[in-house]
């Protein structure tokens, strides 16, 4: 009986063991999902919705985020377990490559740029001891940061890239 007993419990553990690790990515598919997401919200014509409007600029505001603060050229955003820092350089436009440049590590994981006629975007992506990621992405003089984990990291590149793209374009239209 004990035998017995031992091996269900030991198969159920293996059971457990595989089962849990199909639903975790790896790192390099979380940067390659991230990549994709903050892509193909850059290269999107359609406009973006804006939900928010401070101080005469209007911007996409991701469903659970609230704005907290705004400083200079700082926009300080949260949800419940977050900060989003969003930066914008109203002298800078779309084209700008000047957040990329400084966004230069050799620390990254990921730094890709994607580019049109019309725009320069980039994410970055470096490891954080204490928080898994930073995820930064900009668009012009636009760049946003959080910290995130691989299995938040796509859905963030994605919102973020809104968030930039938002206040990019709106900026170029306002110049």
Known sequence: MKNS?????????VFIVV?????????EE???DAKKMAEDI??????????YELNNMAFYLP??????????SNII?????RTYIVFYNKIENPLSKLNYSTAQSPNALLLESFSNDKKFGYIRI???????????????????TTFTTKMKMDDD???????????????????
């Open 42 to 51: 850059f290269v999107n014509n359609e406009p973006i919705e804006t939900n």
């Open 126 to 144: 470096l490891p954080d001891e204490e928080r898994e990621y930073e995820l930064q992405v900009g668009v012009g003089g636009v760049k946003v």
């Open 77 to 81: 955003l949260s949800d419940s377990d």
């Open 63 to 72: 469903g659970s985020v609230e704005v907290t603060d705004e400083v200079d």
């Open 5 to 13: 007993t031992r091996l269900v419990i030991g198969i159920m553990l």
């Open 19 to 27: 089962v849990s690790s199909c639903g975790t990515k790896s790192e």
């Open 157 to 175: 590149a994605r919102e973020l890239m809104k968030v930039a793209r938002s206040i990019a374009v709106q900026q170029n239209e306002s110049q």
């Open 30 to 32: 979380a940067l390659i």
